[in-house]
């Protein structure tokens, strides 16, 4: 059974007639039309703001992982009836998962040249301890999908966020992280389970990615990542500002969510009133207020 996924600006538009692919494996997708297409200037000295490239980029899964989704989303716009889908596939997917492989400060190729490999760790993790989270089911980390009666709904391939963290996302993200400079860098908390904000967003991701694995829409994955992945990512590892900024990937600190004083009763209006959808959150007219209180009370 397969789910639509939400059309959006990766969306390749509607399907044609099947027809066979043009690149059977993603080997022969990336050495006849990805790489001959990529034509940028490489780093040298300087890292900041340039693109860096790797010959063994296969044994860097986070590479592997995003292009074997560009080749599944090449394929898709093949098919389609969109005189934009080319288009849209190399705005939409190529140069965003380009802007990230490629990216010679903190992408996952940053220890790499174009003639030297050096291996980059994905982000390590503490395992979450048993029952941090109050888990809704008592579903066993991968469920079997392969096969068996239709009853209706997909299950999901991970019972919880945690195991998706873990067992999919995490292995497949490299980022350089901060040392000293926090500025334009990214860090990172072995411990994300206990920042809220984190898990919050890695949950969100979980829901993401079970509706991408089954949809239709084979440019789904792709669009995860280059529209969801990236920029929660990018919120989460901002070393200067985000959720982690006082961690780093050895040393848990908490970071309490925003504070705030009491609202007072009523700001929002009375508990189960209505108000016109332009009014919401402005707070009492200050001005009724002002002129019943001038009026005195009435006769």
């Known amino acids: 059974m397969t789910a639509p996924s939400p059309a959006g600006p990766g969306s390749v538009g509607a399907t044609v007639p099947s027809q066979p692919p043009a690149y059977r494996t993603t ?3 990336v ?3 990805l790489l001959p297409a990529i034509t940028v200037r490489l780093a040298e000295a300087s890292r900041e703001d340039t693109y860096t490239w790797c010959r063994r980029y296969w044994l860097h899964r986070p590479v592997a992982v995003r ?3 560009l080749h599944r989303a090449f394929e898709a716009q093949r098919r389609t009836s969109s005189a934009t889908a080319l ?3 190399l705005l939409g997917h190529l140069d965003a998962h380009l802007a990230v492989v490629l990216d010679a400060a903190t992408g996952p190729l940053h220890r790499c040249t174009r003639a030297h490999h050096t291996p980059t760790p994905t982000l390590s993790f503490d395992p979450v301890p048993p029952g941090y989270f ?26 919880h966020y945690s195991d998706f963290a873990e067992q999919w996302l995490l292995p497949v993200t490299s980022y ?3 040392a000293n400079n926090r500025e334009g860098q990214y860090t990172w908390c072995r411990q994300w389970w206990r920042h809220h904000s984190v898990a919050l967003r890695f949950a969100a991701l979980h829901a993401g990615f079970e509706g991408a694995r089954i949809a239709d829409d084979e440019t789904a994955m792709s669009t995860l990542f280059v529209r969801h992945i990236d920029p929660h990512m990018r919120a989460i590892l901002d070393a200067a500002n985000g959720p ?6 050895d040393h848990h600190v908490d970071l309490p969510g925003l504070p705030a004083d009491p609202t007072p009763a009523n700001w929002f209006g009375p508990s189960g009133a209505t108000a016109r959808v332009e009014r919401l959150g402005f707070g009492p007219d200050f001005r009724a207020i002002g002129r019943a209180l001038s009026e005195g009370p009435p006769r």
């Open 27 to 29: 080997v022969e997708f």
């Open 31 to 33: 050495e006849k039309w």
């Open 67 to 69: 292009f074997a989704h």
């Open 87 to 89: 288009s849209t596939f």
């Open 134 to 159: 109050r888990r809704t089911t008592p579903e066993p980390k991968f469920e079997d999908v392969s096969g068996g009666e239709d009853i209706g709904k997909p299950k999901r391939l991970f019972a």
């Open 176 to 178: 350089r992280i901060a």
């Open 244 to 249: 982690l900024h006082r961690c780093t990937p």
